[in-house]
């Protein structure tokens, strides 16, 4: 593997719902997830996040593992109903209690604690009672949650993000209804979206208010994003491929670094699109202090024609292909993870280097990168050739956007093991560790030994 700047960070991640489990103990209120997995039909096979990777209860043996990994930084979420059961209220003293030791066993070990605030779990009672993300309120209640937070946590965590992958919350849950809450709309993304990126603000402003001059810390937020490479040279295929970019990540990139929504939105969207106040735009504009970015594979991009059946084949297609008028495909020659996605290093090349020239050379930190494939536990031992070569070519793609100029910083692998994967259940496995969702068993992969070398032979 190619050898990487002094002090580039390495590191792996989870989210709060995906392993913790102990859904109704400690205080904890039960999230839109935990409502969303009851419903027949929704999840793969009807699983839930009750027990999950019980992490909950296990989290000292997981960290355990990190640090014989030689692991340094882990990204992890915190579960806004454990911390506010019903979203408004008191802070659960039980929630807090449990983060609290979690980043003292991390920071006693070495290993640095990057915290995520909402990972998709809201509290049920905020999606009940007030409509969720629907709610303009939601961005006051967000701030608030965040305060309490940065007041209990911030004298230890120095890496805050606000949202992971706010796009997922408003076109997987409000566009498409395949991820909680569920529901189908051509209209109530563009809503959702605008909130998220309101509380968003409304953190970060919280922050560098209340807290950043004496705790010292750094915050973002995370935003998903596939490479679109135009199918052909026509100029209309290239238009297509950068107007999928910025319907799936200017859409929350560029109010951030550019205050307001990319141009070709507006013009396409019409009032669909809600718009920012001037004292909206102030707070959003310079409101990252890195580019959190999510990457996980790449799709070609054409000019929709009449007739074009625009989801094809296409999971996650960036948007509401209809308001894009894109067409998406694959080359059939392109490998292709369990979970349908296709492998393409050189897609994320081209996609840090459009941030880098988009955004004006921000610092990059990818804070998810991965791959689902089928485990065969031999021996006690997972042999994913597979998962290793995965890596080693979008590490290398990561070298090669550096050595472009590109200002990429760190590069945390997704996911530390295997874990509950949303409507896919336990179904597509990501980890570098192999869960026995029946025992809890965590078996390291040839991958984790693999990425742990990685991280030895640049400084560690």
Not at 416 to 439: I, P, Q
């Amino acid at each position: 593997m190619p050898h990487f700047p002094e002090g580039f960070i390495w590191g792996t991640s989870t989210s709060s719902f995906q392993i913790e489990g102990a859904w109704d103990k400690g205080g904890k209120g039960p999230s839109i997830w935990d409502a969303f997995c009851r419903i027949p039909g929704r999840v793969h096979q009807g699983d839930t996040g009750e027990i999950a990777c019980d992490h909950y209860h296990r989290y000292p043996e997981d960290i355990a593992r990190m640090a014989e990994m030689g692991l340094k930084h882990y990204r992890f979420s915190i579960s806004w109903p454990r911390i506010q059961p019903d979203g408004k209220g008191k802070p659960n003293p039980e929630g807090i209690r449990f983060y609290s030791e979690l980043i003292d066993r991390l920071l006693a070990h070495g290993i640095t604690p990057w915290v995520t605030l909402y990972h998709w779990d809201l509290p049920l009672a905020l999606q009940m009672e007030d409509d969720g993300w629907l709610n303009p309120d939601i961005a006051t209640y967000f701030r608030r949650y965040a305060e309490i937070c940065f007041e209990a946590f911030g004298d230890r965590v120095k890496h805050w993000i606000t949202l992971n992958e706010p796009w997922v919350v408003a076109i997987l849950g409000y566009g498409q209804g395949t991820f909680a809450p569920g529901r189908i709309s051509n209209r109530e993304p563009y809503v959702v979206g605008h909130h998220l990126l309101r509380a968003h603000a409304e953190a970060v402003d919280c922050y560098r208010t209340q807290f950043q001059a004496r705790q010292g810390g750094r915050i973002g937020i995370t935003n998903n994003a596939d490479w679109r490479e135009p199918l052909t040279d026509s100029a209309e295929d290239k238009a297509a491929a950068e107007r999928a970019l910025e319907f799936f990540l200017g859409w929350f990139a560029d109010p951030v670094y550019r205050g307001d929504y990319p141009a070709v939105m507006r013009e396409r969207l019409g009032e669909r699109l809600p718009t920012f106040s001037e004292a909206e735009k102030v707070k959003l504009t310079g409101s990252s202090d890195f580019f959190g970015l999510n990457h996980y594979t790449t799709s070609y991009a054409a000019q929709a024609q009449p007739g074009d059946d625009l989801y094809a084949g296409i999971y996650g297609n960036g948007g509401l292909s209809e308001d894009q008028a894109v067409k998406l495909s694959a080359d059939p020659t392109w490998e292709k993870t369990s979970m349908g996605w296709t492998i393409v290093p050189w897609g994320c090349r081209k996609l840090l280097q459009w941030i880098d020239a988009r955004y004006g050379r921000p610092e990059i930190i990818i804070t998810e990168n991965g791959c689902a494939f089928d485990d065969v536990v031999e021996d006690g031992a997972v042999h994913d050739q597979r998962r290793i070569d995965f890596a080693r070519g979008y590490i290398s793609a990561c070298h090669e956007a550096i050595a472009a100029g590109v200002n990429l910083s760190g590069y945390f692998l997704w996911s530390f093991m295997d874990n509950f994967e949303w409507a896919s259940g336990y179904s597509k496995r990501f980890g570098l560790h192999h869960v026995d969702f029946a025992t809890g068993t965590r078996t390291p992969k040839d991958s984790a030994h693999w990425y742990a070398r990685v991280i030895r032979e640049n400084g560690w």
